[in-house]
Nanobody, 118 residues
Framework: QVQLVESGGGLVQPGGSLRLSCAAS????????MDWYRQAPGKQRELVAT???????NYADSVKGRFTISRDNLKNTVYLQMNSLKPEDTAVYYC????????????WGQGTQVTVSS
């Protein structure tokens, strides 16, 4: 079975930091592009950050300069380091594994809640 398990969410003050983790099992992790998405109440799910198999990264404009995505292929884990957090970062954060092949499906984690509030 394939599993993606997010962790590290919680309540943090504005300006604070959190590190999210997503541990994958049941896939050849090094072959997958890994993405972080988030969804706030009443809003569409949005792509936050991506990291390819070769380490190339991209970020949404709203988080550029504040968030860093990374991966550890030995641990089958992707991370999202979130600094200078703002209330508008409040959302459920999801990781996604994407093989980018027509014959392979994508996989999603269950999500972890991040709340930025005073």
């Amino acid at each position: 079975q394939v599993q993606l398990v997010e962790s590290g969410g919680g309540l943090v003050q504005p300006g604070g930091s959190l590190r999210l983790s997503c541990a994958a099992s049941g896939i050849i992790f090094s072959l997958y592009r890994m993405d972080w998405y988030r969804q706030a109440p009443g809003k569409q799910r949005e792509l936050v950050a991506t990291i390819t198999y070769d380490g190339s990264t991209n970020y949404a404009d709203s988080v550029k300069g504040r968030f860093t995505i990374s991966r550890d292929n030995l641990k089958n884990t992707v991370y999202l380091q979130m600094n200078s957090l703002k209330p508008e970062d409040t959302a459920v954060y999801y990781c996604k594994a994407d093989r980018d092949r027509s014959y392979s499906r994508d996989y999603w984690g269950q999500g972890t809640q991040v709340t930025v509030s005073s």
